[in-house]
């Protein structure tokens, strides 16, 4: 994977524009591969949602608002949670062209996290009829604070928000990643260290998240390579 980009864009992104796909509610396994994951994965418990509003009114917050609207000459907007449209407090919204991003989420994510600042893209929409990605910034240097602002979760299967942070939690004690991409239904980001255990990491990120297989590559086994070259993305139909 070149340097700067984090999206897994290799077969999952054109297989992702295929509206239906191929899975049809069909797992590879010929049962849903979810079943079996531990009650703290497979859970609807509730997770608190969290308010940026006091460390919003940093100045410092403030002025790296307005650089990203500098930087891609855009207003920002409120951020809001595809839950319902939910407004996330102290958080702020970008439309930023997806050529643009592409080849500086990472740095940019980076960047902004050494500052204390979380830059990250919710909504990629591969550049499909000119259509803006968006990007959010909040006062946070915490990935699952995102996670939780963002509801991200696998409901298609019975996997929530709060079974999300406690998988990502774990995978990140055995293979700490960087994840630049945090969104209601997917998660982006790249490997900091060679992953140790390609073919067993895939077999259970396929458990946890079965259509980054059945709609995306294929098989474990492809999973398993992309993971060799760094890749992490989970995406949940």
């Known amino acids: 994977m ?7 864009r290799l077969t999952l992104a054109s297989m992702l524009l295929v509206s239906g796909c191929k899975r049809n509610g069909a797992p590879l396994l010929g049962k849903d591969p979810t079943a079996d994951l531990p ?19 940093d100045p410092k917050f403030k002025a790296a608002i ?19 449209d939910e407004v996330v407090k102290g958080g702020a919204s970008f439309d930023v062209p ?3 991003l592409e080849g500086m989420l990472l740095q940019a994510h980076t960047n902004f996290l050494a500052r204390g600042f979380y830059f990250f893209r919710y909504d990629n929409n591969f550049d499909i009829g000119g259509e803006m990605d968006r990007v959010g910034l909040l006062p946070t240097q915490d990935k699952y604070a995102v996670m939780a602002a963002m509801d991200t979760n696998g409901d298609n299967y019975d996997i929530g928000t709060a079974g999300v942070i406690s998988w ?3 995978l990140e004690q055995e293979q700490p990643y960087i994840l630049p991409e945090i969104g209601f239904d997917y998660m982006a980001g790249i490997f900091v260290s060679p992953v140790k255990d390609a073919p067993g ?6 458990q946890f998240c079965p ?3 059945d709609q995306g590559v294929e098989t474990v086994r492809a999973l398993a390579t992309e993971l060799r ?3 992490l993305y989970f995406w949940w139909d």
């Open 2 to 8: 070149k340097t700067g980009t984090v999206l897994w």
């Open 39 to 57: 009650a703290r994965f497979k859970t609807q418990e509730a997770v608190p949602k969290p308010d940026f509003s006091e460390a919003a009114q």
């Open 66 to 84: 307005q650089e990203i609207a500098t930087l891609f000459a855009t207003s920002p907007k409120e951020l809001k949670s595809d839950a319902e």
């Open 98 to 100: 997806h050529e643009k």
């Open 168 to 170: 990502m939690k774990e």
């Open 201 to 206: 990491l895939a077999a259970r990120m396929y």
């Open 211 to 213: 259509d980054i297989v």
């Open 229 to 231: 070259k760094g890749k």
